[in-house]
């Protein structure tokens, strides 16, 4: 008798999961579990995951600010696309905790598996969590893609920003994280499946880094703009190239975007473009637009604190960075000027203004 109760109550959970899955569409059921999700199931995990459209999600972070010990990082939005059990993740965020939260979500609250893992650009606060991922691809389960010149300079920066990182954000926070770069080199017109999910890797661009990578999600309207969409927090051109970042957003802007996922996660209206990629692209237009004029006005980049953008002084970042980027776009724009000899107006956007 106990040993048939016991195979009953174990029935009777088995239901129960099911059930809770059946009464889910957006999650696949118990029969499509793989023997590679490992998660223990019954521990809680509380992360806020939002509904971007239909199969992809996403898991903000609690505000838009700079990395501090109180968001340990977290200053980036981590998305997936989840379908019949298999997942692609973007930007898998800053820690190997932050990434072993994230690989429990999948198991448990998805009951999937990533199959890929995209890193979008370079930075700390968005790759360093594939380290929880390295035994899955190491096993050949998974593959985390990036292009070339993202991957390159992971190599060449990573370990400066992780010790960076560590630094700012304590030990504790994060604690295992070790580098795992890209093993897939991801070039435009490729294509990523998860499920009966595709999205379509667009041209990588020189705009905030070296080697910006989005991914679009034409069913849906999905853009995954990596850092070339910012939200309340100052866009940052530590490796970018001004005119450029610009060109790509108007590129961008052809799309029929109806949610942007960036640095920043902003939803468009009817016939009009989600709010962030029209902000961002007015702060490097106002950016360019001040350099010109300053440097028309006789101003030497020395007087780049006195070359306001007005627009962007309540944002996140703006007096830590602003006067960088100033001399950033002063270095770049410099020829620009000395050939033309008078203020050239920015890049001319390639999309209606009243799609803004």
């Known amino acids: 008798m106990i040993r048939r109760s016991g195979r009953l109550q174990t029935l009777l959970l088995v239901c129960a999961v099911v059930a809770g899955c059946a009464s889910r569409p957006d999650q696949p059921t118990a029969g499509e579990l793989t023997p590679t999700l490992s998660a223990d199931c019954a521990l809680v995990d509380d992360i806020p995951w939002q509904a971007v459209a239909p199969s992809v999600w996403v898991w903000l972070p609690p505000g838009e600010a700079d990395v501090d010990t109180s968001n340990q990082g977290h200053v980036v939005p981590t998305a997936v696309v989840v379908d019949q059990g298999e997942a692609i993740v973007i930007d898998p965020g800053p820690s190997h905790r932050h990434g072993q939260r994230l690989r429990h979500a999948l198991a448990c609250r998805f009951g999937a598996r990533p199959t890929w893992i995209v890193n979008t650009h370079a930075h700390a606060e968005n790759v ?67 499920g009966r999910r595709d999205l379509q890797v667009l041209k990588i661009r020189h705009g905030h880094t070296e080697g910006d990578l989005q991914l679009w999600d034409a069913d849906h309207g999905v853009l995954f703009a990596g850092g070339l969409v910012y939200g309340q927090r100052l866009p940052e051109l530590a490796q970018g190239r001004l005119d450029e970042w610009l060109a790509a957003l108007d590129g961008l802007s ?84 000395m050939e033309q000899g008078s203020v050239p107006a920015p890049p001319a956007p390639s999309v209606d203004q009243s799609r803004r």
């Open 254 to 337: 052809r799309l029929p975007v109806r949610e942007v996922i960036g640095l920043t996660w902003s939803r468009g209206g009817p016939g009009h473009l989600p709010p962030a990629m029209a902000s961002t692209r007015d702060y490097l237009s106002g950016l360019r637009t001040a350099v010109l004029r300053a440097m028309d006005e006789g101003l030497l980049v020395q007087d780049a604190e006195t070359v306001p953008v007005p627009m962007a002084r309540t944002w996140a970042g703006y007096a830590q960075r602003h006067g960088f980027n100033v001399l950033r776009a002063w270095r770049e724009l410099e020829p620009v000027w």
């Open 128 to 194: 360093l969590a594939n380290s929880a991922f390295a035994d899955l691809q190491q096993a050949g389960h998974l593959r985390i893609g990036a292009s070339m010149p993202t991957r390159e300079a992971m190599r060449a920066r990573c370990p400066d920003c992780l010790v960076s990182l560590t630094r700012r954000v304590g030990t504790q926070a994060m604690q295992d994280t070790h580098i795992v770069l890209p093993d897939v080199t991801l070039t435009e017109g490729m294509h990523l499946r998860a």
